[in-house]
């Protein structure tokens, strides 16, 4: 299961990845928000990032105007990678050699199809282990510093 959130900025993204998400049969939790008010990100992309770090969801999809936001937020959750994505080379290779658990996006900054793509690029790709398996883990040694 893939946690989704998103803010008030990004909301036509969320829903369109919602779409996607359904079109290829696999199931999400929304965390939302699910009204273009003004919110506050941290409100939705953390409980998104608690679920994924929990276990209760495998990989999450968090999404601001920027993706900043978000990406920093879900990063605050020990037990979370968030990549900050905008293009198919660092969907591939963030899972690849970075194991990530979480994406970013900026509704702003990422057209809808690209972003669709990348989502199916970071969804679609495993975890590469080796070498990188020892790198992911002297990155994570760092939440117990």
Not at 2 to 18: S, Y
Not at 29 to 56: I, R
Not at 120 to 137: I, Q
């Amino acid at each position: 299961m893939i946690a989704i959130a998103c803010d008030h900025g990004a909301l036509a993204l969320k829903e369109a990845i919602k779409k996607h998400l359904d079109a290829r049969g696999l199931t999400y939790k929304d965390f939302g928000t699910n009204s273009l008010d003004s919110c506050d990100y941290p409100d939705f992309a953390g409980p998104a990032a608690q679920a994924v770090a929990s276990g209760e969801c495998d990989r999450g999809i968090v999404c601001c105007t920027t993706g900043i936001g978000v990406s920093i937020t879900a990063n605050k959750v020990k037990g979370i990678r968030c990549a900050l994505l905008s293009d198919l080379l660092s969907a591939r290779l963030t899972r690849q050699h970075n194991d990530t658990n979480m994406m970013a996006l900026g509704a702003a900054v990422t057209g809808e199809m690209l972003a669709l793509q990348i989502v199916d690029v970071w969804l679609d790709t495993a975890f590469e282990g080796g070498r990188h398996a020892r790198r992911v883990g002297k990155m994570m040694a760092y939440e117990e510093a």
